[in-house]
T-cell receptor
Framework: GNSVTQMEGPVTLSEEAFLTINCTYT??????LFWYVQYPGEGLQLLLK?????DKGSNKGFEATYRKETTSFHLEKGSVQVSDSAVYFC?????????????FGAGTRLAVHP | GAGVSQSPSNKVTEKGKDVELRCDPI?????LYWYRQSLGQGLEFLIY????????KSGLPSDRFSAERTGGSVSTLTIQRTQQEDSAVYLC?????????????FGPGTRLLVL
């Protein structure tokens, strides 16, 4: 079945450091890929998405490129801020049932220190 | 409304009691999803509604769980005879249509604690 694997956390960085959170997927067909973010005490928010191979999703300085050849969708940011501290979830859209069911990775907690 | 809302935000109940969780999707969104976020299982899909019908209930963990949606809008998730392993955050999401509207917008969740 479809699945998502993302790097375990926590990831601890200093402010202005470069961030990479790895995400790989297993899927039949061509799913859309998403990064959602959950800030402390808040709900899930869509951060970015990509709907086909080689698409790059971007938002708030974060980027991720849909790589079909490596089945990956790694999240990157060039310079993190304390306010980026949150849990990040990689997800794919499983369309096998004729609708979009999200399959999530386990989540990666990011802590950014001043 | 402006976003997906859920109520209550927190619920503490005793083992064996029934609970009802409510979700108000974004106005006009025809697709509605329930997910559960727990420490041991991560984020897992429970059920999907298109309009008032639920073509996929495969994620419901047991027959103690049921859900309905009325008027193509509000949905309630009911857990009967709650167990401690039901403790989790229950998330609702909506999107504007089944396949074309891929982006799901999530509510803040209901945190359920079963004592």
């Amino acid at each position: 079945g479809n699945s998502v694997t993302q790097m375990e956390g926590p990831v601890t960085l200093s402010e202005e450091a470069f961030l990479t959170i790895n995400c790989t997927y297993t899927a039949t067909g061509y799913p859309s890929l998403f990064w959602y973010v959950q800030y402390p005490g808040e709900g899930l928010q869509l951060l970015l998405k990509a709907t086909k191979a080689d698409d790059k999703g971007s938002n708030k300085g974060f980027e991720a490129t849909y790589r079909k050849e490596t089945t990956s969708f790694h999240l990157e940011k060039g310079s993190v801020q304390v306010s980026d501290s949150a849990v990040y979830f990689c997800a794919l859209s499983d369309k096998s049932g004729g609708y979009n069911k999200l399959i999530f990775g386990a989540g990666t907690r990011l802590a950014v220190h001043p | 409304g402006a976003g997906v809302s859920q109520s209550p935000s927190n619920k503490v109940t005793e083992k064996g009691k029934d609970v009802e969780l409510r979700c108000d999707p974004i106005s006009g969104h025809t697709a509605l999803y329930w997910y559960r976020q727990s420490l041991g299982q991560g984020l897992e899909f429970l059920i999907y509604f298109q309009g008032n019908s639920a073509p996929d209930k495969s994620g419901l963990p047991s027959d103690r769980f049921s859900a309905e949606r009325t008027g193509g809008s509000v949905s309630t998730l009911t857990i009967q005879r709650t167990q401690q392993e039901d403790s989790a955050v229950y998330l609702c999401a909506s999107s504007d249509q089944g396949l074309g509207g891929e982006t799901q917008y999530f509510g803040p969740g209901t945190r359920l604690l079963v004592l």
